[in-house]
């Protein structure tokens, strides 16, 4: 029996709920249209599901199927609810902007006039319908918190965009372009809509209230735009020529997140190539925990002094001016501080160094932050639907800290290397530091596969405008690369970002990973860290990431995989092990030395403990490959799936040696 056939007999015995459960199933089966345009109506009359009924009429539609039928049904059931507040909304911004000095055309249609009816779809967003077209366009958010496209590429002018149409991003210009009086120039955001009517449907979605107060736009239309740049000294009598005003710490809005995607990674090099950058306040990595730790100890000081000058002087490592806007902030947070510490800090480092920040930009700078951890460590595990889930405490900690939360605007890029390269660097760096009595080596092949950080959560605001660079493409391709990510976050690409840098002053490498723009890090294969069969392992699990992001497989040789095969390359990870036993041997030699047993005894139970952590490290390796064995899907918390952070792409005009594979 066909699911359309089974909704219908669960209508007829009253099981409502069950008829629904049929009627969605039919629709996903591929239902006839009339079939189609029955369970949309159903799914619509029993409100089960309207945003599937929604998109079951739209489609209809959009095929030339039951029309008239569809768009009545979506008029009464979706527009005209929302009707009034659309009016409302449209005639509240018209009056505010017929009293705006910088529009320069006022003849408003009626709202009825229109030529676009914004249906809502869910909360946040609407379906526009072109009424002299009669067709529906594509959904749109003006609310969607993503800035598309690079606003600041070039800061020798006025900032001038056409058909802005997103709410958020007018608000992002209104708080990142500074103001005229403060950088000593005009300096306001030119706007052009090429369309008169299509600028005046959009008044519908926006809200202007927040976007007139400080009258930073000029609004043209169709031909005005021969207006740019205005003379507002010959135009209006108003004279902004003067010396620009130092960077407040409220003038800072933005956060550029550089996103550790694991140990190893070359992070550092992003950083080099970010320093020094004249829009930026960038500082070296940093370890997250020790940045909250400094916010939270400087407002605890700031509380307990009672005078500016107080403050001035139990913070004699920052600079005065700072010190001072930021004691005298009302209602300050953490990211007052957060910004405060960065822009103190790049200001000494200046004087030290040389000037770099351009303090009469057009532009407040953007805080660069990398926050480091020592390791980034996953788990996983199947939750109540059987769906696979993954919890970084790395990543949360993040997700919830104000020196995040408190940024209305937030670009994310994450860094990645070779993946079984950068592996192989972790089994040094590990080694490296058990040696030294750090600890011991850990489980890094489980580690590795287990690091999805290259996947994100669409309803994560922090990495909902985010892209992921490949490290070997900055090494064998930077200008294309750096470009392509200066314009990706909205800053302009100058020439500190060809000179690896810490603090203003070109680096020399002498063999660290970064090394530069030397190549040879891109090329090293870590053979003494890591062998074939770990790498294998490494390849398939993490084989979407490299299919995704045009890496090939050099251990994987494309076949089928399953337990056994699994269970088989675990058994042979016999150079990680050798390093993980190697540790525990060490570091259980130290810790019973400290205690009365003889050397025999002691020798004896160090074998014993390292041996049973391998044993117990295995076990957990085929544990996690039976999980991602049944699939590389993963779900949020709340069950919504996870998907690739979309991969940085280069001009190939620019490209100066072929795509690293």
């Given amino acids: 029996m066909r699911a359309i056939e089974i909704a219908r007999r669960m209508v007829e015995l009253g099981s409502y709920e069950d008829a629904c459960k049929a009627y969605i199933l039919a629709l996903h089966e591929g239902a006839e249209p009339a079939e189609e345009l029955e369970a949309a109506v159903y799914l619509l009359q029993t409100g089960a599901s309207y945003k599937t009924a929604y998109t079951s009429f739209l489609s209809l539609y959009n095929r030339g199927l039951y029309r008239e039928d569809c768009l009545q049904i979506m008029t009464e059931a979706f527009y005209k609810p929302n009707e009034k ?187 080099e190539i970010f320093d020094a950058h004249p829009n930026l306040l960038a500082e070296t990595s940093l370890m997250f925990d020790s940045m909250e730790s400094v916010v939270e100890e400087v407002e605890t000081i700031l509380r307990e002094e009672s005078s500016v000058q107080g403050a001035v002087q139990r913070f004699a490592a920052w600079d005065t001016r700072v010190v001072s806007e930021l004691y005298l902030l009302k209602n300050r947070t953490a990211k007052d501080i957060f910004v405060a510490k960065f822009l ?44 696979t889930t993954l919890k970084s405490e790395q990543y949360d900690a993040i997700c919830s800290s104000p020196l995040f939360r408190n940024f209305k605007y937030i670009k994310t890029f994450v860094p990645m290397r070779r993946l079984t390269t950068s592996h192989g660097g972790t089994v040094q760096f590990m080694n490296n530091g058990a040696l030294r009595g750090e600890g011991v080596v850990g489980d890094a092949v489980s580690q590795r596969v287990l690091n999805r950080s290259f996947m994100m959560d669409m309803q994560n605001r922090i990495y909902r405008d985010s892209v992921l660079v490949r490290f070997e493409d900055g090494k064998l391709n930077p200008k294309a690369t750096f470009t392509a990510l200066a314009a990706f976050l909205d800053i302009p690409y100058t020439e500190s970002m060809e000179v690896c840098s810490e603090w203003g002053k070109p680096l020399d490498y002498g063999g ?74 060490r570091y259980m030699t130290k810790k019973l030395g400290e205690k009365d047993l003889s050397e025999e005894e002691v020798a004896k139970r160090a074998e014993q403990t390292a041996d049973d952590q391998i044993v117990r490290t295995t076990a957990r390796r085929v544990g996690n ?37």
């Fill in 625 to 661: 490959a039976q999980l991602l064995l049944r699939g590389l899907h993963f779900v949020n918390p709340a069950g919504q799936e996870l998907c690739m952070v979309p991969k940085l792409e280069l001009d190939p005009a620019l490209l100066e040696q072929p795509l690293y594979h």
């Fill in 344 to 387: 103190s800090d790049t200001l000494l480092k200046e004087r030290e160094n040389g000037p770099w920040l351009d303090t009469g930009s057009r532009i407040a700078p953007a805080m660069f932050f990398q926050p480091h951890f020592h390791n980034i460590i996953y788990s996983i595990y199947a939750d109540a639907k059987n769906q």
């Fill in 512 to 585: 660290y990973i970064a090394g530069g723009f030397d190549p040879k890090p891109v090329y090293k294969t870590y053979d003494d860290f890591v062998n074939d069969s770990e790498r294998c392992f490494i390849e398939y699990f993490l084989r979407d990431a490299y299919e995704y992001y045009g890496y090939s497989f050099l251990s994987y040789d494309g076949g089928e995989m399953d337990l056994d095969r699994a269970k088989a390359l675990i058994e042979d990870f016999t150079t990680v092990n050798r390093y993980i036993r190697d540790s525990w041997v």
């Fill in 85 to 271: 507040a659309l009016r409302s909304r449209y005639e509240r911004n018209c009056k505010l902007l017929e009293r705006y000095p910088y529009l320069f055309r006022k003849d408003f249609p009626a709202f009825r006039e229109l030529p676009i009816r914004f249906y809502p779809f869910g909360t946040r967003g609407f379906v526009p319908f072109y009424v002299r077209e009669t067709r529906f366009g594509e959904y749109v958010n003006v609310n969607e918190t993503v800035i598309s496209r690079n606003f600041f590429k070039d800061l020798e002018k006025p900032i001038l965009a056409s058909g802005v149409y997103s709410q958020y991003e007018l608000e992002y210009l209104n708080d990142n372009v500074r103001k005229s009086e403060l950088v000593g120039r005009e300096n306001h955001i030119y706007l052009h809509y090429p369309d008169w009517e299509t600028f005046c449907a959009y008044l519908q979605c926006f809200n202007m209230r927040k976007l007139l107060g400080d009258k930073k736009f000029v609004f043209l239309i169709g031909d005005e735009l021969s207006q740019y740049p205005m003379d507002f000294k010959e135009r209006f009598g108003i004279d902004y020529d003067g010396a620009a005003k130092p960077i407040g710490i409220r003038e800072v809005h933005r956060l550029i997140w550089h996103a550790q995607l694991s140990t190893h990674n070359g992070g550092d090099f992003f950083n």
